[in-house]
Nanobody, 128 residues
Framework: EVQLQASGGGLVQPGGSLRLSCTAS????????IGWFRQAPGKEREGVIC????????YYADSVKGRFTISSDNAKNTVYLQMNSLKPEDTAVYYC?????????????????????WGKGTQVTVSS
């Protein structure tokens, strides 16, 4: 069984940085997609980053492009979300998710539906 655990959230001032971690266990698929999502109170869940191992491409939502980056440490089965230049509007619960099968991150509206496995969220609050 695939399990994902996200961590690293917290309170940060505007302009600050945070790094979220997502540790996976039980992943056996050779090809998969990893996504970072967020949901703010009263808003729909938003896919902010989608990485596909099938083609190596990464999609960044316009709202985070240039500020957020995804990286991984395969030895630790961990994916990271580095968030820089944080803004109050980045405040949300952040989730990591995985597809468990080959998925190409070409259509943002389908990211949520493509992910089979979800970790518990971690709260990120950007406030002075």
């Amino acid at each position: 069984e695939v399990q994902l655990q996200a961590s690293g959230g917290g309170l940060v001032q505007p302009g600050g940085s945070l790094r979220l971690s997502c540790t996976a266990s039980g992943v056996t698929a050779d090809d998969y997609a990893i996504g970072w999502f967020r949901q703010a109170p009263g808003k729909e869940r938003e896919g902010v980053i989608c990485f596909s191992s099938s083609d190596g491409n990464t999609y960044y939502a316009d709202s985070v492009k240039g500020r957020f980056t995804i990286s991984s440490d395969n030895a630790k089965n961990t994916v990271y979300l580095q968030m820089n230049s944080l803004k109050p509007e980045d405040t949300a619960v952040y989730y990591c998710a995985a597809s468990g099968y080959s998925y190409y991150c070409t259509e943002p509206s389908t990211y949520s539906y493509a992910m089979s496995y979800w970790g518990k969220g971690t709260q990120v609050t950007v406030s002075s």
